[in-house]
């Protein structure tokens, strides 16, 4: 248990589905990140929140839709996804967006199937 | 963009055996970070460096910072089954976003 719960674990969902991911950080951190893991890729950072506020959008397609009502709940709102879009989506958090410097806490991470 | 390339991309070994891996950058960090992902899970760290030429320990695991600043290598002695996982470098350049920037990782299979 790392203080970052995520889900579901696993997730498996047609092009035409909406579903969301869920994280939820114990450690009272204050920013909150997105990745996403595909097999022989490096992990890629999708969104970065500090503070419920969103400060970085690295290009992700509109399909994907983050929400983070509050410093400790993050969310992933996903709709008309592409095959290519399975992968496992991890979660992180760290004590401030400016000072990572300690790393960041992933959760388990929901791996996702598009079908 | 910053990248780090990280090697080997796996290795096989048997247990007992003592294991090396690094990463290089062709930018400074100053932020070095080693972290394990086991299989199904998310990354956990492992270890974490902060200073050119710091050299880390944690049980079995050494790593470190290289005087350079553009690499860092971590080192694992006497490997046990349960090292099997993959091994990511992370390093924080700094800078407005003050990001990680993450390695492509080493796949690690041990054999008893």
């Known amino acids: 248990e790392t203080g970052v719960t995520q889900t579901p674990r696993h997730l498996v969902m047609g092009m035409t589905n909406k579903k969301s991911l869920k994280c939820e950080q114990h450690l009272g951190h204050n920013a909150m990140y997105w990745y996403k893991q595909s097999a022989k890729k490096p992990l890629e950072l999708m969104f970065v929140y500090s503070l419920e506020e969103r400060v970085e959008n690295n290009s992700v397609p509109s399909r994907f839709s983050p929400e983070c009502p509050n410093s400790s709940h993050l969310f992933l709102h996903l709709h008309t996804l592409q095959p290519e879009d399975s992968a496992l989506y991890l979660c992180?958090?760290?004590?401030?967006?400016?000072?990572?410097?300690?790393?960041?806490?992933f959760g388990s991470g929901t791996r996702l199937t598009v079908v | 963009g910053q990248q780090l390339n990280q090697s080997p991309q796996s290795m096989f070994i048997q247990e007992g055996e003592d294991v090396s891996m690094n990463c290089t950058s062709s930018?400074?960090?100053?932020?070095w970070l080693w972290y394990k992902q086991d299989p199904g899970e998310g990354p956990v760290l492992l270890i974490a460096?902060?200073?050119?030429?710091e050299l880390t320990s944690n049980g079995r695991l050494t790593a470190q910072f290289g005087i350079t600043r553009k690499d860092s290598f971590l080192n694992i002695s006497a490997s046990i089954p349960s090292d099997v996982g993959i091994y990511f470098c992370a390093g924080l350049y700094g800078g407005a976003t003050n990001k990680l920037i993450f390695g492509t990782g080493t796949l690690l299979a041990v054999q008893p």
């Open positions: 992180a958090s760290s004590q401030d967006f400016r000072a990572a410097g300690n790393g960041y806490t």
């Open positions: 930018s400074i960090f100053n932020t």
């Open positions: 460096l902060y200073k050119a030429g």
